[in-house]
């Protein structure tokens, strides 16, 4: 390049007749230098904090690059804050480009969290501290594990739509389902390891339409799906894996439930958070949001959905009552069975708690919430 063209200012920087210059220079030459437009941000620079993480990924954006569209039109890939390029071709249908249909305030802390709490099945799961078990026990425990293997699956595949129809420009939530996906992904080995690492094995599939993917691979919209799968789904998950330490016979099992619902408890956040946005600006849609937390309420007080190792009748809530008991004689099944209801009452505070963070506790207080609910709320 010539001398003249590329002359640098004290700081390192190009004066606005030396960026002309270069662009003469180019030009003159037969290049296109679209691309070398500089916006107002140029030469700015986002504080980096090693004590706070380092680069986080909601310091770095400043300007044009943090303005989020209430709508996006946004159909080429373009990254947001990036130039337009008028013949640039659509690479997707993006049927989600309202922020109120995907967005969160916190979206990009929830990612960030999930990059810095990644762990292994493999290294960080003491694995040799697993003993021989009594024959009942592991059954119990390979039959826990084979349902949340499937549960698992389910909460890894149907996010994973959402991510390509969702536009670039909502990039925060598309990275965030993204993590959870790989979360999923080692929920489900980390399960499959506990059915096989001690010589039990994979116990039979549950007999259950629900479980794969039922009205939450069906949801219409994301919201839907989120308020199914992260409210209701993820979060009874939840509250078996913060019960893990009742259900361990050992370091291995205490480890697995501690470090899986430290994941499961980003996925719950993530969709109560969203709901939260969504009710805060787009009001006109909470009527909508309560139709489906009737439909959650009902499975719940019933022991429907797939999602629920809880669920009276199945065969997972069999083993939990087998391994909170501590066995399967008459008096071991019944100590299970009432911790089993101390479970099923967790999951129901804990849901209504949830509810009422996202902004819809107001049917807790006119009646709308399924009065089946207070069964387990009053003990």
Not at 31 to 47: A, H, I, N, V
Not at 139 to 150: G, K, S
Not at 265 to 272: C, D, M, N
Not at 292 to 303: K, P
């Amino acid at each position: 390049m010539a001398a003249e063209a590329r002359s640098e200012t004290s700081g390192g920087q190009q004066t606005g007749s030396e960026y002309q210059a270069l662009l003469d220079y180019g030009r003159e030459r037969g290049y296109k230098l679209d691309w070398l437009q500089r916006s107002e941000t140029f030469g700015t620079r986002p504080d980096v904090d090693d004590a706070k993480g380092g680069l986080l990924l909601h310091n770095s954006d400043s300007g044009p690059f943090a303005q989020t569209p209430d709508f996006s039109d946004n159909m080429t890939g373009r990254p947001r804050g990036a130039l337009l390029r008028p013949d640039a071709p659509r690479v997707g249908n993006y049927p989600v480009r309202t922020k109120t249909d995907v967005w969160l305030r916190n979206g990009a802390q929830l990612y960030e969290e999930a990059v810095q709490r990644q762990w292994s099945s493999s290294t960080d799961i003491p694995w040799d501290s697993l003993e021989e078990l009594p024959d009942e026990i592991e059954r119990a425990q390979c039959m826990l594990a084979t349902f949340l293997t499937e549960v698992e699956f389910v909460a890894g595949d149907v996010p994973g739509k959402w991510i390509a129809y969702t536009t670039p420009d909502y990039y925060e939530p598309r990275m965030f389902l993204i993590s959870q996906i790989m979360d999923e992904a080692r929920h489900l080995d980390v399960f499959r390891k506990r059915a096989l690492a001690n010589g039990g094995g994979l116990m039979g599939q549950l007999n259950n339409s629900a479980l794969a993917g039922g009205t939450i691979d069906s949801a219409r919209d994301f919201t839907e799906m989120s308020a199914r799968l992260h409210i209701s789904g993820e979060g009874l998950v939840l509250s078996i894996f913060r019960m893990g330490e009742l259900m361990s016979y050992n370091e291995t099992e205490k480890a697995i439930y501690r470090l899986a619902a430290s994941d499961e408890s980003r996925h719950v956040a993530f969709g109560v958070m969203h709901l939260q946005y969504l009710a805060q600006t787009d009001p006109d849609r909470k009527a909508e949001i309560h139709s489906y937390l009737d439909e959650i309420e009902m499975g719940l007080v019933l022991g429907l959905g797939g999602q629920n190792p809880a669920a009276r009748g199945t065969p997972s809530s069999m083993a939990l009552a087998i391994l909170l008991g501590g066995g399967t004689d008459e008096e071991s099944l019944r100590a299970g069975e009432q911790i089993s209801l101390a479970v099923r009452q967790r999951q129901v505070k804990e849901y209504i708690q949830r509810v009422r963070v996202a902004g819809f506790g107001d049917r807790f207080e006119d009646g709308r919430a399924n009065a089946m609910l207070a069964q387990y709320v009053a003990a």
